[in-house]
C-alpha cells in the first residue's frame, strides 16, 4: 500500500531521515518495500500491511504508530461541521433488517452541493498514492478512507426512493447495476443498500449506477457501516470483485467509527463542494453490536513479559506505548497491568501474547541483547541405542562419509531394483502406499539403498570426483504373516578416487567399503564375516555377498549392476538392531586393558592368487591357522599389473604378532608366517612371499 508522507505529516512531526523512519517502520513489522519521490517533492512509500493490520491501512493508523515509534504527539483531523438547523434524520430514515450482516449504519446529509473537481491538494494527495480524482464528493469519500480506514460511499439523496435506507439480503432474482455498469445478478446470500423499491448498493464492495453521484446531483447521502467480514468476503469472490472498500471490510473495520468517519467526510464536502450540512448522524445501531463487538481487557504481567523477551523492559515505558497506540492502561499492582484494547484493534489483539508482540515491536527486536538460550542437563543419560547411533555416526564421519537423508518411500521398480534387507522381509512384497503422491513414490522403502544410490549418481553427473554417503533410517516390508515388518538399518555408498594425482591419486573399490563395515563391527565388539551370493537384485555378480553377524544374516554388500555413471558405485546395508546387540554386550563386558610394554612385530604376506578367490576364503584359513600371538590382520593393498599373471591379483596382508609379557623374536614369527603361508598355499593354492615390515 502506498502512503503519502505529506499526508502523515498532517498528524505528526516526521523526522527529516525518510530512510530511517522507513527503517523503523519495518522493524516495527510495517515493511516499507520502496522509497519513491513524486514530483511535486512528496515522499511516498510501498508499504507491505499484513492482513491483521487492517488498522494501519490509512494515514492516520500510519501516522499514530510513526507517533510512538518517534514520541511525537498525534493530531487527529477535523471532525466538527457547522449544522444546518434542520436535521438529518427528518431527510433520512435508516433500517437494518439484517443485523447479523451489518450492526452499524450511520448516515449524514449534504445538501446544496456543488459536484466538480476537487482543490489541488486533495488531488495531489490522492494521485501521490496511485488514485484518480473524479470529482470533489467521490474524492473526498475515498481521501477519509485513506485517511482513516472506513469505507464510505456518497449517494445522490434524490435517487433514494421513499427517504428510507434499509440494510437487508437480497431477494430471489433481484439485478443490480453497479458503478463500473455491469448488470449484476444477485442472491439472498448476499447483503445489500436498498431504497423503498429497489437495491442501491452491493454492501461493503461499491455502489449502484442509479444512484451514484453525477454532476447534476446536490443533495448527498453519505453512507458509513460497518458489515460482516464474511459477508464482504463471500459477495465479492463471488462477484469477482475486489475494491478497497471490501479490502477492509473483509478483513474487520473499526465498528466504532462510522459516526466520526460520517461527519468528517461531510465536513470536507462542505468545504470543497459549498454544500450544508444538516444536523446530526443518523446513527443506527443492531442490537448485538454491543456484544459482538465487546473490548477485551487483558492482564499484562510485566515480570513475565520480561521473562518472554529476554530483556528488561525500560521502566513504565511498556504503559507509554501501548497508551500510545491507543490502548487504556490502568496499573492492578507493582508489576501488573490491565489493558483494554481499542476498538481498531478488535481483529488482532485477543490475549497477553499479542501484547507481548505490541511491545516488544515498538521497543525493537534488534535492541533485545543475543543471547544463548538456558539449557538443562538431560533428564537420562542416552539410551544403549541412542549410543549405539552416536557412535555410528561419529565413526562413518571420521571414515570421510557425508550423512544423506531420503524419502521413506519409492517406486515398485525401486523396491525390485537392489535387495532388500533382512531375513523373510519380503515374503508378501512392499508395502503399498494407500494414499501415492504419485506412481515414483507409490510403496514403502524395502531398502536404504535405491535412495542412496540416486543420491550418489546425481552427484556423480555432476562431476564430483568422489561420493562417500552414509543413510541411517527406516525400512519397511511384510513379513510371512502378512504383517509389516519395519527395520532400522545403515546403508554406505561410495565411488570415485580419493587423493590427487600429483600425490596418490586410489580408485575407491569394494574393499574400501568393506573396510568400513569392518572398522564399525569393531567399534561393536564384533567381526563381520562376508559370503558370497550371486543372486542379489542390483548387484554385479561375483562382486556381491552377503554380510553375517554373530551367525545371523545381517546385510548386503556389492558392486550396483548397471552402466556407470562418472565411477562405479559400491554399496553396503546392514541392519542396526544386529549391531545393537553386541554393544550390549560390549558395556556389560567393557575393561580397559593397558597398552603392551614390549614392541611386537609386523610382517606383510603378498599372496598371488586367483581374482575369483574371495576375501572370505583367505580369512577363513587365516582364522583356521591362526597361532596365539597373532593380535589382527589386515588387507593392505590388490594389485593387478605388471609382474602379475592375467586373471590373478597380489593381495598384501599386514600381520601384528606381539608375545605379551615376552619379546618374540623374529625367528619365532617366521616360523609362524611359513606355517600360515604353507596352510594358504595346500588349501588355496596360493603362492606367497613374506616381507617383514
Not at 499484513?50 to 491501512?57: I, L, Q, S
Not at 490502568?330 to 511491545?359: F, H, I, K
Request: proline share 6%; with cysteine.
Amino acid at each position: 500500500m502506498l502512503f503519502s508522507c505529506d499526508w502523515l505529516s498532517d498528524y505528526v512531526d516526521l523526522p527529516e531521515d525518510r530512510q530511517e523512519l522507513a527503517r523503523r517502520l519495518t522493524a516495527a513489522g510495517l515493511a516499507v518495500e520502496l522509497i519513491e519521490q513524486t514530483a511535486d517533492g512528496d515522499t511516498v512509500f510501498d508499504i507491505d500491511i499484513t492482513t491483521n493490520r487492517v488498522d494501519a491501512m490509512n494515514h492516520l493508523g500510519l501516522a499514530r504508530e510513526v507517533a510512538v515509534l518517534t514520541g511525537q504527539p498525534l493530531s487527529q483531523p477535523e471532525i466538527a461541521t457547522e449544522d444546518a438547523p434542520e436535521s438529518a434524520a427528518s431527510t433520512i430514515r435508516v433500517e437494518i433488517d439484517a443485523p447479523d450482516l451489518c450492526t452499524r449504519y450511520a448516515a449524514r446529509v449534504v445538501l446544496g452541493v456543488t459536484v466538480g473537481p476537487s482543490p489541488d491538494w486533495m488531488t495531489r494527495r490522492l494521485r501521490a498514492i496511485g488514485l484518480r480524482p473524479i470529482n470533489n464528493v467521490v474524492d473526498v469519500t475515498n481521501y477519509v478512507l485513506w485517511e482513516m480506514g472506513q469505507p464510505l460511499h456518497g449517494f445522490d439523496l434524490t435517487r433514494i426512493a421513499g427517504g428510507v435506507i434499509r440494510v437487508r439480503r437480497a431477494a430471489e432474482e433481484e439485478h443490480l447495476v453497479t458503478l463500473d455498469d455491469v448488470e449484476r445478478a444477485l442472491d439472498p446470500e448476499m447483503l445489500v443498500i436498498a431504497d423503498a423499491a429497489k437495491p442501491v448498493a452491493l454492501a461493503g464492495v461499491m455502489g449502484g449506477l442509479e444512484s451514484e453521484v453525477t454532476e447534476s446531483t446536490r443533495d448527498v447521502l453519505i453512507e458509513s457501516a460497518w458489515f460482516d467480514p464474511m459477508s464482504v468476503r463471500r459477495t465479492s469472490k463471488r462477484m469477482g470483485m475486489h475494491t478497497d472498500a471490501s479490502h477492509r471490510f473483509e478483513r474487520g473495520a473499526d465498528p466504532e467509527i462510522q459516526a466520526r468517519a460520517a461527519s468528517r467526510a461531510a465536513r470536507l464536502i462542505a468545504e470543497t463542494g459549498g454544500g450544508t450540512v444538516l444536523a446530526g448522524v443518523v446513527d443506527t445501531m443492531a442490537p448485538e453490536h454491543a456484544e459482538r463487538h465487546a473490548v477485551p481487557t487483558i492482564p499484562l504481567d510485566l515480570d513475565r513479559l520480561d521473562a518472554f523477551a529476554g530483556a528488561a523492559m525500560p521502566e513504565g515505558r511498556p504503559e507509554e506505548w501501548l497508551t500510545g497506540l491507543g490502548f487504556t492502561v490502568e496499573r492492578t499492582g507493582e508489576r501488573q497491568l490491565s489493558v483494554t484494547a481499542p476498538s481498531w484493534r478488535l481483529s488482532d489483539v485477543e490475549e497477553t501474547a499479542d501484547l507481548y508482540e505490541e511491545v516488544l515491536r515498538i521497543h525493537g527486536f534488534d535492541a533485545i541483547p543475543s543471547s544463548l538460550p538456558s539449557l538443562g542437563e538431560p533428564d537420562a543419560p542416552p539410551t544403549p541405542r541412542q549410543e549405539l547411533r552416536r557412535r555410528l555416526r561419529r565413526e562413518l564421519a571420521g571414515c570421510g562419509y557425508v550423512e544423506a537423508i531420503n524419502w521413506a518411500f519409492h517406486s515398485h521398480a525401486d523396491a525390485a531394483s537392489l535387495p532388500p534387507l533382512g531375513e523373510g522381509a519380503d515374503a508378501e512384497g512392499p508395502v503399498e502406499l494407500a494414499n501415492p503422491l504419485s506412481e515414483l513414490y507409490s510403496v514403502m522403502r524395502r531398502s536404504l539403498l535405491p535412495g542412496l544410490v540416486a543420491s550418489a549418481r546425481y552427484n556423480a553427473r555432476r562431476d564430483v570426483e568422489s561420493v562417500r554417503l552414509f543413510e541411517l533410517g527406516h525400512t519397511f516390508g511384510r513379513g510371512a504373516d502378512g504383517e509389516v515388518v519395519e527395520r532400522e538399518s545403515l546403508a554406505l555408498a561410495a565411488g570415485g578416487t580419493l587423493g590427487t594425482p600429483w600425490e596418490h591419486e586410489v580408485e575407491i573399490d569394494l574393499f574400501d567399503v568393506k573396510g568400513v563395515l569392518e572398522e564399525l563391527a569393531t567399534v561393536t565388539g564384533e567381526r563381520l564375516e562376508t559370503r558370497p551370493a550371486d543372486d542379489l537384485p542390483g548387484l554385479v555378480p561375483g562382486a556381491g555377498a552377503q554380510v553375517w553377524l554373530d551367525g545371523r544374516r545381517a546385510g548386503v554388500i556389492g558392486r550396483v549392476a548397471g552402466e556407470d555413471e562418472g565411477f562405479p558405485l559400491y554399496v553396503a546395508e546392514i541392519e542396526v538392531d544386529r549391531l545393537e546387540t553386541t554393544i550390549e554386550q560390549q558395556e556389560a563386558a567393557r575393561e580397559v586393558v593397558a597398552p603392551p610394554r614390549l614392541p611386537g612385530i609386523r610382517v606383510d604376506l603378498t599372496l598371488t592368487h586367483s581374482l575369483d578367490t574371495p576375501w572370505a576364503e583367505i580369512e577363513q584359513v587365516i582364522e583356521e591357522e591362526r597361532a596365539s600371538e597373532l593380535v589382527r590382520y589386515e588387507l593392505k593393498d590388490r594389485y593387478t599389473g605388471k609382474g602379475v599373471p592375467e586373471g590373478a591379483v597380489n593381495t598384501t596382508i599386514t600381520f601384528l604378532y606381539h608375545g605379551g609379557e615376552r619379546q618374540l623374536t623374529q625367528d619365532e614369527v617366521n616360523e609362524k608366517q611359513d606355517a600360515l603361508a604353507a596352510a594358504l598355499a595346500k588349501q588355496c593354492g596360493l603362492q606367497g612371499r613374506e616381507e617383514q615390515a
